[in-house]
Each structure stands twice: as structure tokens, then as C-alpha cells.
């Protein structure tokens, strides 16, 4: 009798560990330092509204200022007693690689279309000190920026060209992000070894690499921000930016041949006041479409996707004193339940 109710309980408790190892999926959204520190209750609307993770955005530097702030170390604490992940959603190429190294070794950085090496944008994926140069600056950064869900995000120089030399322009875009994002996870885990690192497919990274496997730890983050948003993305026939969306769910399926569907990561524009706004202030009131976005959960969930987050950014303290309807927050936190 004793065994059996011995066996009982370890299984009980293999069970119950079992069920804590699986992360909870990701609710999440995503907003810049104007937003956090315009609006100070921002943890407790995320609670209140059934989100469980806020990202920071946009640029490394301006998100270690906030952090470094009063705002930021109160915004941290609030995070914790609200039970809220916090982690941090980059543009980080640009200070990965400080451009200001272009004179000392300019191989590090991209060859353009006219064959001139040129310090604008991303690197040369094929240079051995800018490959170490980038993953060594993403661990100094995560030491201050340390997401309490292990994970990382430190996307290339959004959507501008990368290396064209002889080696690197036989890799798509995304082939070469990848290439850069595996050297990052395999440091990164030397100082924390649960740290998992974004694949951002985005814009002009949409295709799924073939010539490069992704290192373990490495998920992807799939950004459809070429769609419309007045109609469900499994509207296959809808066209927002000059691609369907038949298209865009081809790219999401292609990737999730190379990334496992588990870890990977939507991450939308619904609450998107910036986008709707043209990047522009005065801000517009978000055009909340409650039955586009829950059609769209209900196709991504069809492919094995758990974990979402979506852009908020302009839902600073101006934008809440002009539309004070909290509504779209209460229905993407319960849609994502």
C-alpha cells in the first residue's frame, strides 16, 4: 500500500513538473520608452487586461536609458508585482556593430551593390571579427536588458539591404540574420544558459532560410507586416502593401519547416497606433477589429502557434486622455486566452 500510493505521488509530482516546464503562452505587446514612461500604470493595465508580457522598444541605448531611469526601475518592480514578463524587442544592429569602426576595419561591414564597402547598415556576415564584435556587444547589452522570460530579441537594421560581396550575396537576407543570430545565441547561452534568440521574419527577410539551420535556441518571429488589416490574414485573396496573404501565410509555413511552431512567436500590428497613424502624431484611435483579429489567432493557433505579442506603440498618456476606451486591450488579452 505504501508503494503504491509512493508511485502515485511522484507521479503526481512528474505531472505537476511537467506542467511548469511548458512556458505559458505569450500574451504580450509591445511598447516604445515615450509610451512607458508617459503612462506609469502600465503593468497594472496589462494585468487587468489579461496580458502577461510587455516589450520594450525600440533602439538598445534609448531602452538601457529608460531602465536606468526612475520610471524604468519603478516600470520593472510594478512588472514583477504584477507577475508581468518583461522583455525587450531591439532594432540593435546599428550599435552592435558602432559604425564608427568603419576606419579601422571596414571588412566588417557591408559591400553595396556598386562593390564599395559601406558603414550604413548591418555588416558583413562573412567577417569573423563582426560576427564576434556583434555577439560580444549582444551580452554586454543582455547584462542591463536581462528579459525575465530568457527571451532575446536583437533584430538587423529594419528592412535596409545587407552584404553584397563575393561570399555574402549568395545567402538571402534572412540566411544572413540567421548567420549573425546563431553566433549571438551560442554566447548568450554561455551567461544564460536559458536564453533563447528571435529570427525575425520581416518585410524583407520574409523567406525562410535554406543554406543556414538555425542553432538550438533560436525561434522564429513572424511579423506580417506586408497584409491588410480590415480583412482576416486567412483571406487568402486580400492584398494590404503589395502582397496577399496568401503570400504571407506561404512565408509562415515555409519558416515553420526550418523553426519549430512551439517557440515560434507572432508578432502582429493590431494594436498598432503608429502604423494606423502613418508614423505620425497627432495619433488616430486605433481601428480596432475584433473580428479580424480573433479570425487570426484561430489560423495562426491552426498551425501550432502559442505565443503572440503585437505592436502598441503611440499608446502613450496623450493617446489615453484623447480615447480613453480600454476596450481593445480587454478583447486581445481575452482573444489570446
Known sequence: MKKTLLLACTLCLMLACG???????????ILNTVDLSTVDDWPERAAAN?????????????????????????????????????????????????????????????????????????????????????????????????????????WLDDGKPTCQCDKCRQYSISEQALIIENHIIKALRRHDPEAMLAHLAYFNSLEAPRKVKPEE??????????????????????DGRGMTHAQNLKYLRENLEVFPAETAVILEYWLDVSLFSGWKKPAVQLPWRKDVF?????????????????FAVYMDSVYWKTYPDQTPLREYGEGLK
Not at 506542467?19 to 505587446?29: A, D, K, L, N, V
Not at 533560436?218 to 486580400?238: G, H, K, N, Q, Y
Request: hydrophobic fraction near 35%.
Open 50 to 154: 489579461g496580458i502577461n508580457t510587455i516589450g520594450t522598444h525600440m533602439f538598445p541605448g534609448e531602452v538601457l536609458s529608460f531602465i536606468r531611469s526612475e520610471k524604468g526601475k519603478a516600470f520593472m518592480e510594478n512588472c514583477r508585482k504584477h507577475g508581468i514578463e518583461v522583455e525587450h524587442q531591439l532594432h540593435a544592429m546599428g550599435e552592435l556593430l558602432p559604425r564608427n569602426l568603419f576606419d579601422a576595419d571596414s571588412a566588417m561591414y557591408r559591400m553595396d551593390e556598386h562593390g564599395h564597402r559601406v558603414n550604413d547598415f548591418n555588416c558583413c556576415v562573412h567577417s569573423q571579427r563582426a560576427l564576434d564584435t556583434i555577439a560580444a556587444n549582444a551580452v554586454r547589452v543582455s547584462q542591463e536588458l536581462r528579459p525575465t522570460n530568457h527571451r532575446y530579441y536583437y
Open 19 to 29: 506542467r511548469q516546464s511548458s512556458p505559458e503562452p505569450m500574451r504580450g505587446i
Open 294 to 310: 480573433l479570425a487570426d489567432v484561430e489560423t495562426y493557433r491552426s498551425m501550432g502557434i502559442r505565443h503572440f505579442t503585437s
Open 217 to 238: 535556441g533560436v525561434f522564429l518571429e513572424f511579423a506580417p507586416f506586408l497584409r491588410s488589416w480590415e480583412r482576416p490574414i486567412a483571406d487568402t485573396l486580400a
